[in-house]
């Protein structure tokens, strides 16, 4: 989870408007953990979202490693 500009804490899956088909099948949703999803995907050296291929061209990932 990552602190948007108004201090509200955002998570991937908010900021990207994932429906709730999408979220049972992601892998940092499910982890139900604070950790950023592409830190998560590196733990588990797998990718955990099925949607983006990789995390260096998600939106979610460039806005908070700009």
């Known amino acids: 989870m990552i ?3 108004n201090n509200e804490c955002e ?3 908010e900021f ?3 429906t ?3 979220r049972i099948h ?3 949703y499910k982890s139900k953990t604070e950790e950023p999803c ?3 995907n590196l733990i588990a ?3 955990g979202c099925k949607i ?3 995390c260096k061209g998600c939106p979610w990932f460039l806005k908070n490693n700009p």
Request: proline share 4%.
């Open 3 to 5: 602190e948007s500009e």
């Open 11 to 13: 998570h991937c899956w």
């Open 16 to 18: 990207m408007n994932c």
């Open 20 to 22: 709730p088909d999408t």
């Open 26 to 28: 992601c892998f940092a």
């Open 38 to 40: 592409w830190v998560l």
């Open 45 to 47: 050296k797998k990718d």
């Open 52 to 54: 983006l291929f990789t």
